[in-house]
């Protein structure tokens, strides 16, 4: 142990403090290792439909033989807009597969967010499930969008998926009418994109592991969002590390098969990275397909054992909010992985009252695959902290020159390991690392004695909803297009449900501008949890003698109107 990394010293028996994702040539190698050691267990349900690691192969390289078949360059890029649902895995796998990258898009994108993914990384071909198609349609004509696979809910479920299909078209009528009928967009649907495919024939590329794998989407300071470079390295290198720091309690578990509760939205990074370290380890996946309905969640809980529950704050206090949660059985839950925004203690300390396991917190971020540091796995109090630095991560406090701190003075944390991106699509990412390689995370923290890591604030002026990134510059730039304001400013305020909430100030024109206009504009413009819940308006924003906006100002004045706060 250096002197530099006091935490090495608090790593349980059989972490190691180091791995070595070149033991694998290439993500597949991996992903291939994963399909041949557990073909027979199963890797999915949802909806009482269960897929094995085999049923999942098998789609994946369907999927894979039929994009090549479309005659895409190597390193092309193919967006997947998909809930939880049994087609996204293989989907996501087989565009890998093919020699492509990945860039997976939140399906609750409005047209203005999703056309500039689409254009920013790329994308010619998408796969889309068409409860999201009308917000593709919207944009289309605006992207290099050649091809799209539209795919239904329960397109991998059998005989059950024509009663869900028409169930959710028919009945809860949760698919907008959309047209997309114009040939140049070579409509396919995901079945016939299955049954051609297992007839093709399929090349296996060549790779390496510094090629690109994923663009994933990190909110941007500038109003965009940034496209994060993952490589097939940092991908390989997130699943050997999640799967290193969970063995002290997962080589405990002694059934049959493991189930994981995935009710993390996959193209989330956070699940994602949960599902490298499920299937390292061949564990089912409980796909949740929509986990704001509460009531359907325990429903599936109750069905069968779960041995590992992952969710942000705010899932772990709605389900403790529901009376019937308290009826389930917890007897096999063995990790309550807390991660996507701070936890708090009271919902640490009724999660622990309610099914007997400690919710163990962590940190982690786009760029790192959402690896980075955790709390050891064996702890079974929770602690407030971020934990550690985990195997092969080393981390950094600095000052606003460049100098490292001492302990138990506050920073910005700067990471590195070989899970942490390289840099953004499109940009010059210099300023993000440090002269010594290390990337600027944004984030101010302190590190104390023994190496535990306690989160403080941001520098940036990040917004944490639900676990989601929110930038206030973001929405200011959409806000102003709204008739009637003649400027705003963002900023993030407590909330007990959602970690933060989002509020605006607005200079309005006149008295015309409401609260309904300002929330409706807002819900035709963003995402959900982008979306503005608190709203004042003033007649001046603060602003610095070059006419920036001074937030912190506005952050005083929010806690000095709500002393109760």
Same mark, same amino acid.
């Given at each position: 142990?250096?002197?530099?990394?006091?935490?090495?010293?608090?790593y349980?028996?059989?972490?190691p403090?180091?791995?070595?994702p070149?033991?694998?040539s290439?993500?597949?190698?991996?992903?291939?290792e994963?399909?041949e050691?557990?073909?027979?267990h199963?890797?999915?349900?949802?909806?009482?439909?269960?897929?094995?690691?085999d049923?999942?192969?098998?789609?994946?390289?369907?999927?894979?033989?039929?994009?090549?078949?479309?005659?895409?360059p190597?390193?092309s890029v193919?967006?997947?807009?998909m809930p939880?649902?049994?087609?996204?895995?293989p989907?996501?796998i087989?565009i890998?597969?093919?020699?492509?990258?990945c860039?997976?898009?939140?399906?609750?994108?409005t047209?203005?967010?999703?056309?500039h993914?689409l254009n920013?990384?790329?994308?010619?071909?998408?796969?889309?499930?068409?409860?999201?198609?009308q917000?593709l349609?919207?944009?289309?004509?605006?992207?290099?969008?050649?091809r799209?696979?539209?795919?239904?809910?329960?397109?991998m479920?059998?005989?059950?998926?024509?009663?869900?299909?028409?169930?959710?078209?028919?009945?809860?009528?949760?698919?907008?009418?959309?047209k997309?009928?114009?040939p140049?967009?070579?409509?396919?649907?995901?079945?016939?994109?299955?049954?051609?495919?297992?007839?093709l024939?399929?090349?296996?590329?060549?790779?390496?592991?510094?090629?690109?794998?994923?663009?994933q989407?990190?909110?941007g300071?500038?109003?965009?969002?940034?496209?994060?470079?993952?490589t097939?390295? /940092?991908?390989?290198?997130a699943?050997?590390? %999640?799967?290193?720091w969970?063995?002290p !309690?997962?080589? &405990?578990? *002694?059934e +049959?098969?493991?189930n994981?509760v995935?009710?993390l939205?996959?193209?989330?990074?956070?699940?994602?990275?949960?599902?490298l370290?499920g299937?390292?380890?061949?564990?089912?996946?409980?796909l949740?397909?929509?986990?704001?309905?509460?009531?359907?969640f325990?429903?599936t809980?109750?069905?069968?054992?779960?041995h590992?529950?992952?969710a942000?704050?705010?899932?772990f206090?709605?389900?403790?909010?529901?009376?019937?949660?308290?009826?389930?059985?917890?007897?096999?839950l063995?990790?309550?992985?807390?991660?996507?925004?701070?936890?708090?203690?009271?919902?640490?300390?009724?999660?622990?009252?309610?099914?007997?396991?400690?919710?163990?917190?962590?940190?982690?971020?786009?760029?790192?695959?959402a690896?980075g540091?955790?709390?050891?796995?064996?702890?079974?109090?929770? /602690?407030?902290?971020i934990g550690?630095?985990? %195997?092969?991560?080393?981390?950094?406090? !600095?000052?606003? &020159?460049? *100098?490292? +701190?001492?302990?138990?003075?506050?920073?910005?944390?700067?990471?590195?390991?070989?899970?942490?991106?390289?840099?953004?699509?499109?940009?010059?990412?210099?300023?993000?690392?440090?002269?010594d390689?290390?990337?600027?995370?944004g984030?101010i923290?302190?590190?104390?004695e023994?190496?535990?890591?306690?989160?403080?604030?941001?520098?940036?002026?990040?917004?944490?909803?639900?676990?989601?990134n929110?930038?206030?510059?973001?929405?200011?730039?959409?806000?102003?297009?709204?008739?009637?304001i003649?400027?705003?400013?963002?900023?993030?305020?407590?909330?007990?449900?959602?970690?933060?909430?989002?509020?605006?100030?607005?200079?309005?024109?006149?008295n015309?501008?409401?609260?309904?206009?300002?929330?409706?504009f807002a819900?035709?413009?963003?995402?959900?949890y982008?979306c503005?819940?608190?709203?004042?308006?003033?007649?001046?924003?603060?602003?610095?003698?070059?006419g920036?906006?001074?937030?912190?100002?506005?952050r005083?004045?929010?806690m000095?109107?709500n002393?109760?706060?």
């Open positions: 142990m250096t002197p530099n990394k006091p935490w090495l010293a608090h349980p028996n059989g972490v403090k180091t791995i070595n070149d033991r694998y290439s993500i597949m190698e991996l992903y291939e994963c399909f050691r557990f073909r027979l199963p890797m999915s349900i949802c909806m009482g439909v269960t897929h094995t690691y049923d999942v192969d098998k789609a994946s390289l369907a999927v894979a033989a039929w994009l090549q078949a479309q005659g895409l190597q390193g193919v967006a997947l807009m939880n649902v049994p087609q996204y895995l989907t996501m087989g890998l597969r093919a020699g492509y990258v860039t997976p898009v939140n399906p609750l994108y047209g203005r967010e999703l056309r993914q920013d990384s790329g994308a010619q071909v998408i796969f889309v499930v068409d409860n999201f198609a917000a349609e919207q944009v289309i004509d605006e992207t290099n969008i050649k799209i696979v539209l795919s239904k809910m329960g397109d479920m059998g005989l059950k998926g024509i009663l869900v299909n028409t169930i959710i078209r028919q009945v809860k009528r949760l698919v907008p009418k959309y997309l009928n114009d140049k967009h070579e409509v396919t649907k995901f079945p016939d994109v299955l049954k051609k495919g297992k007839s024939p399929f090349h296996k590329p060549k790779m390496q592991l510094d090629q690109k794998a994923f663009l989407y990190t909110g300071t500038t109003g965009l969002s940034k496209g994060a470079i993952l097939q390295r /940092n991908i390989v290198a699943a050997m590390q %999640s799967e290193a969970t063995k !309690i997962t080589s &405990e578990i *002694n +049959v098969y493991i994981m995935m009710a939205p996959l193209y989330h990074i956070f699940a994602f990275m949960l599902s370290l299937m390292r380890s061949g564990y089912t996946f409980i949740i397909p929509n986990p704001r309905d509460i009531p359907g325990i429903k809980l109750s069905k069968q054992p779960f590992i529950l992952p942000v704050n705010t899932l206090k709605g389900l403790l909010d529901h009376p019937n949660f308290k009826e389930l059985d917890f007897s096999s063995r990790i309550s992985q807390a991660g996507g925004m701070a936890a708090t203690e009271q919902t640490a300390a009724r999660w622990l009252e309610v099914t007997g396991c400690a919710m163990i917190e962590g940190w982690g971020m786009t760029e790192g695959v690896v540091t955790a709390n050891v796995i064996t702890d079974r109090k929770f /602690n407030g902290t550690v630095p985990v %195997s092969s991560v080393d981390v950094i406090v !600095i000052d606003d &020159e460049g *100098n490292r +701190v001492g302990v138990n003075e506050a920073g910005e944390m700067c990471v590195k390991g070989p899970n942490v991106t390289s840099g953004y699509l499109n940009r010059d990412s210099s300023d993000d690392f440090t002269a390689g290390y990337f600027r995370t984030d923290v302190s590190m104390d023994k190496g535990y890591f306690r989160l403080l604030d941001r520098k940036k002026d990040m917004i944490l909803v639900s676990g989601f929110v930038f206030p510059n973001e929405v200011e730039s959409v806000m102003l297009d709204c008739d009637g003649i400027d705003c400013a963002v900023i993030g305020i407590p909330d007990e449900h959602q970690g933060e909430a989002v509020k605006i100030y607005i200079v309005p024109a006149d015309n501008v409401t609260k309904d206009v300002i929330k409706e819900l035709d413009n963003m995402t959900g982008k503005p819940r608190h709203i004042e308006f003033v007649s001046e924003l603060p602003k610095s003698n070059v920036k906006v001074l937030r912190q100002k506005l005083e004045k929010h000095s109107d002393p109760q706060l």
